[in-house]
């Protein structure tokens, strides 16, 4: 009774400062107003005349209580305020803050200042006094003086000071000066109780004397003890041991937050500073936990948790600091009984007194920091691992006590608040000191077995009970029990390794156990999820889905690496089992993930074959050993199976795209998959497999009808064509014994026959709807037909004849032909241009191989200068008859065309008359390039080729000068008398015969 009478008083006594402050601040914002109006009024008088500024108003307007504007008027409508501060107060100027403050800021603004409050009363009380004598002299204009003032005090207390430390120092010795500070300690402490008990207005001032008197005990037992040395270490340490004692009496008395402070720090930190010397440590940290539970007891009593949290910091660092320093032979059993003292005083504490409430952040966090500090220095101290993992395992009874038992200890209601946050932090505290005992005791094969387990466990509780936090630790739990078993399981899988083909030589052990675990977790994890669907939160609901993947990727792995137990091979073989297993699971419970993690598996097909490949040295079907082929003809069906899976299960998914994609390339590849393996064994046979491959394709197009496999046909036409016509190179100048000659006319009858099929010879095909398709899809290939009768003309008639001038005449005819009868062909219209453009190609070529035959003095020269003349006529025939072909790839290049053939002309006959004549081919040419030209100006007597006349100059320009530079130079009188008569014969015969036509022409302009 007397201490609640005592604790109204202060109450009492607290609201009547308080009164006093706030009548203190309307004065002070009165006077302010009315020092505002003179110093406004002031101004005004003082505008009128230039004035200077007075750094000593400067300076009373900075410290005065005048309130400056601001640089930013309030845009609000309400009025200005004028901050003032209370008079006993050092006023600190605060920065406006922009948005919610911190909870460092809050703590600073409203916590802070009341644990610093009792500490700073008398300064708070002197710095008032100040601050009134401040303000009076600077209302009369003598803030200057004030300043003077106070610094000649100042600086004559410190020489006071002084001049008392010489006395001190000069007269008294080690005990008088220890003697007298006690007593001065005793009379500060005796003081400051006085005014506690008779003040209770001055009951803060009365606090601050107690804990400045309980400072000057520890000083003076510092100074009795290890300082001067008055006294044994003992006695010392007796002496702080006492002046703490006293000093938790007058706490407890008074209810007083800066004694309990002061007596907290000096006395858990004043014995080591007084060098006590106790190896074990065992009798200090005995006192440092009497000392923190009867300030948690004082901390709960005054209701000031703050102090509760120092005295927790405190204690860590002292108790780390003591086992750091222990000795070799010390016997840790002890300590350990007082680490459990404080773990569980501390817990104690934090779950007391929370009045039907839930466990705030720092409670937790206080509970979390005793946890870890609790699992810190008993990992420290216990000297084995076994003896550990039984001391977290003999902590989980308490706990779980507490969790049944929670009500007769604390006395909440067994439904409030308080009462499930104590149940959860009891299932916490105990699943991990579970877990913990687990990792300390259990083999690590297994540990992520009963990790995995309480897991599950505690996720279940979680559920349950409804608590978030267990749930949490659970899933810690099981995901470091996760780890734990994948990677166990990853090195049983690596230390299986070994060289190809068998790749895997697996075994049961743990490895394998730790695989089947993990699916049978993923599994029940999925399972209680759903279950309790109602009770989890959308992470946890989103967690549920991550588990059902994991649950089929690791029943795959499983089930996979179970049957390469029994046959190493067969778990590649049997991929597509998982696969399709996968994609029908995706189906029915909507995971894209398993569904892609399905198709992933076709991958594994892959691995058989490659060590395979790596065994034998190549890829090639026919050298691969069993097991490979067997993986090749199973990945080349799966891409038709797995389309196949799609389309009966109905799965409309992204991964159907795929799947379609898996199936076009199976029907492509389909043609051509046996083409490397007759290219490799039997290579001979490869031109007339090629051919085989164009009917499958085409096969498959037709009853398909699969646009990929029309392209595919087309390709394949080119290449069968090129691979054949190439085939019959190699046979010829290589010496191939392959069958070039037998797929060369095997070509000729597939053209022959897709153009029969494809209605190629028709402009619109007719029939039925098939029919029109294949039409449409072999249009692009019936031009390429006559190329290739093309090449087929010269391959044969190049067999028969051995003379490659004859095969490109012939194939001139060929092209020629074209022109010269009625090409009704639909394929032909499209390609006359380049049939056109071949044709005189060709007149080129053999141009030129005529020339080279001259040079050389071949003995084929007369046949090659026949050829060429025909193919003369066949050119000039092309460019100089007039036929709709003709017309049509003329297009506004005919003239140009027929300069070619002249010049090229030139060059035939000049080479023709070099074989004809010995001594006189050079005027034979010239001869012959005067009727030339003559030829040429008839011809330009027509208006379509008028402009062939500039030629026919340039020809005879070219004659003129050879017969006066060249041929005159070299001749005999005779030679020159037949060159000049036949030349101006020529020329008159010629001029006759242009001035008869040319009445019948318009003269070119």
Known sequence: MESELQSLRAELALLERDNRRRLEIFEQRLSALEAQLQQDTAD?????LPIEDNPEDELAQLMGPAHSKSPEPDQTTSPPTVPVHPKNTISTPRPQSVGKPSKLAKWISEELPSLLEPTLEPLNRVWGSLMSFYRHYQNQGKAPVFFMTAAGILALVFGFAYLLQFSFNAYLGPAGKVTLGFLVAAATTVGGVTFRRRMPNMADYGSGLIALGVILLYLCGYFAGPYYQLVPIPVGVGLLVATTSISYLLALLFETRVVSMVTLLGG??????????????????????????????????IHWPQLALVTMALSA????FSVANLGESTSTWSLLLIVHGFFYGFAHYILSGLSGRELDGKRIGMLVANLVLFIHISWSLTPSSNALGVIWLFNLLPWAALAICSRPLFGYGTDSDSARSILAMALLHGGLLAGLAILALCSPELLGIVWCIEGLLLIYLGLHFGFISVRCEGYIALALAGITLFLQALVWVAESLVPAPLLLSLDVSAGWTNWLTLSAAAFALTQLLRHSAGKTTPAEQGFTLVADNAFGLLLSASFLLSVGIIWPQGMWLLAPLPMTFLIWRSQRMNSAFSEWLGLWHYLLLFIPLLASASVVGNLHFYDQIPYGKIASVEAFLALWLIAELYHQLNIQSPGQKLALALRKLFYALLPIIALPTILYKASDYFTVAMWFSCGIALYLYIWLRMEHLKQEFRILISAASLITIGGCLLQEFVGWQGKAMEGLLLGVASFIGLIWLGQGLKRSPAGREWQQ?????LKPVFPLAFYYFAAVLIAVSYTLTRDYVLSLLLTQLYFGSLFFGQPKLAPVRN???PFYMLTLGIFELITLIQVGAVIVKSHNAEWIGAYNLVSLGIAVLLVYHKTLPTRAVWSGHRIANMWLVHVTAIIVYVALLAQLFDAMWLPAVSFALVVHATLLLFQTLKPETQKLLKLSLIIYGIAALKIVLWDMQDFSLIQKIVVCMLVGLCMLGAAFQYQKFLPRHTLPE
Do not use: R
Request: proline share 4%.
């Open 268 to 301: 858990a930190t004043m014995p080591l500073v007084a060098n006590h010397v106790d190896p074990t440590a065992v009798v200090y940290l005995s006192y440092l936990l009497v000392l923190a539970l009867a300030m948690l007891h004082l901390s709960k009593l």
């Open 44 to 48: 005004q008088l003082a505008a009128k």
């Open 831 to 833: 390609q006359l241009t």
């Open 317 to 320: 660092g002292m108790f780390e």
């Open 773 to 777: 398709a294949i039409h449409w899809a």
